[in-house]
């Protein structure tokens, strides 16, 4: 499918994106074998144009060297038709890490868009060059880069017309026993978030299966892996609706003890992919 992150609160509209010491943090998707449909069909309500752009986004031979070839577990289309992202639409890649979705967003929002690449300090610094050469010489000069604290992300209020989270949530829950991730506050992080977005706008969050009822101080540090359930609680809490649930990504032959980074099964998690709208 060709179509296929303390520098103190260095709150930088020029900043760039990164992530933690430890195992990195997971990004998008395995495919696979058979994946189960969405509950809902999202790209229905997008245009044939705004799912052209989405497509020319992705074939784009201009791409960062190598971002093409993580297409095929990452799956890009499915998840940027399922934000519903259009050109002119401003965006947040949140947690952005070395930006592969953020060149993707900014390619399908195109000129008169924007693209917000969020990091943390410790995200930024897990991406080490690779900022540089995706944003280096204004080569997306509709993206802007933001590094700082989630609970002090300086969003402006009823600017943003999505956001997107891509393997990233779950590491605001993460409580690392060496030290290597900074103590982060979800429900802090989303005060800041949610009065940024506008009317109608929406949240993806695209993440790592842990089994329910999970306690996420022991399955984010232990595995990478959240319980879908406090997603979803943990967004309404923020004030948003809960909107649909994509199975693109479910995978029931999972094992869902295992670490995200364990060779049998990366790129191959069971993922929930859930989508939030601003009333």
């Known amino acids: 499918m060709s179509r296929a992150l303390l520098l103190a609160i260095s709150v930088s509209l020029l900043t760039v994106a990164g992530c933690k010491k430890a195992p990195p943090p997971e990004q998008p998707p395995a495919e696979q074998a058979a994946p189960a449909a969405t509950a809902a069909a999202p790209s229905a309500e997008l245009s044939a ?23 095929s577990w990452r799956r890009p289309s499915e998840v940027l038709m399922f934000l519903q992202v259009r050109p002119g639409m401003k965006v947040v890649d949140y947690l952005a890490a070395g930006g592969y979705y953020t060149e993707l967003l900014s390619r399908v929002v195109g000129p008169n868009g924007q693209v917000i690449a969020y990091n943390n300090p410790a995200y930024l610094k897990f991406s080490g060059e690779k900022p540089k050469q995706r944003y ?18 300086p969003f402006e209020p009823n600017t943003l017309d999505a956001a997107l989270f891509v393997m990233s949530y779950h590491d605001l829950h993460w409580k690392a026993k060496d030290g290597s991730w900074p103590s982060t506050d979800p429900a802090q992080s989303l005060a800041k978030l949610v009065p940024a977005l506008k009317s109608g706008a929406t949240v993806v969050v695209l993440d790592h299966a842990a089994v329910a009822g999970a306690d996420p101080a022991v399955s984010v540090d232990a595995l990478h892996r959240i319980d879908p359930a406090i997603i979803k609680r943990e967004f309404e809490a923020a004030g948003l609706a809960f909107d649909s649930e994509s199975k693109a990504f479910a995978n029931a032959g999972d094992d869902h003890t295992k670490p995200v980074f364990d060779p049998a099964i990366r790129h191959k998690t069971d993922q929930v992919m859930y989508r939030f709208r601003k009333s």
């Open 136 to 153: 280096g010489d204004d080569r997306l000069p509709n993206v802007v880069q933001l590094t700082t604290p989630p609970e002090e992300a």
């Open 49 to 71: 144009e705004d799912k052209a752009a989405i497509f020319a986004s992705i074939d784009n031979i201009e791409r960062l060297p190598g971002d093409m070839d993580e297409d």
